[in-house]
């Protein structure tokens, strides 16, 4: 291990330490940073095409964006890209290589940071694991305008951690009742559990938009009823063959079928990320890294 490691592995052992006395005065957080978290409760629902899709738009329309893939464990954004990343997320978290080694340059010019695929450990990352992660981001975000994490599925602890990471949740559903009801799951543990009120919702695979509307409102209504969160719809994407090809093409519908059904949606709810105001961030909450936490059960 070269020297730079040694240091980043002794800083790394000594987390605690440094977490009550950083050694030196932290770097002022850029507040103007998106960091958009793309989430749902089922798998499967487009998660990673989405994510994927409106990381190319902002770029190509000159922000600078990172798409983080957080399906630890389980990556997928380099296959949806057709990349063969050298390095990984693990990389960082094991004192190996530094965030700018590990980030890749993709289409349209964002930069990409891959997870690992296949390695257990990565599927629960430890509190350790969570706090070398934040770091390295925090180094990072004075450069960004965006930051869209494509988180894996469900509720599990590195699904609620990534999501927790991010001042804007996209919650993704499809119409089918499973995914609705997955959907409301995780918006409910997310809100109760962890605290957070605002969701945006986007319809995935639906056949037209009055169809989409209808499962937002239902959704919506649920949430209303019960939770005391604020619930945005975003936009739709339809079911379109022409996702399928871009995937088995291992480019981006945006890229390659910007104008088809999918594509035009892409680019609305693009703008309309563009167009909608950051909200002033709750009270307390730290600027940036809007609700992060460590699991409680760590
Ligand atoms: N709008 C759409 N129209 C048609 N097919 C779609 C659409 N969106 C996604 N798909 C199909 O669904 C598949 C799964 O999409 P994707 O990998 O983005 O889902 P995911 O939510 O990220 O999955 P996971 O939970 O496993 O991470 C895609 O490979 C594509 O074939
Ligand atoms: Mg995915």
Redesign the pocket.
Known sequence: MDQAGVLRKIKRDNKDIYAINPPVKRKKRNSDVRVIA?T?G???????????NLAYILSKWGKRVLLLDA?AG?A?VDV?LGITPQHNMSHILHGEKTLSEVIIHGPGGMKILPAASGIQEMTELSRGHKLTLIEELDDLNENLDFMFV?????IAGNVMYFNMLAKEIIV?V?PEPTSLTDGYALIKILHQGYGAKRFMILV???NNSGEAVNVYKRLSKTANDFLNVSIEYIGY????????KS??QQSLLSEIFPSSK?GR?FFLIAEKLCMKQVEESEKGMMKFFGNVFVDRND
């Open positions: 793309v749902s089922k798998g499967g629902v487009g998660k990673t095409n989405i994510a994927a399906d389980l997928n949806i494509d988180t894996g599925a469900g993704v499809s995935n695979m639906a994407v339809p079911c379109d063959t022409s996702v399928q995937v088995r999918a949606q």
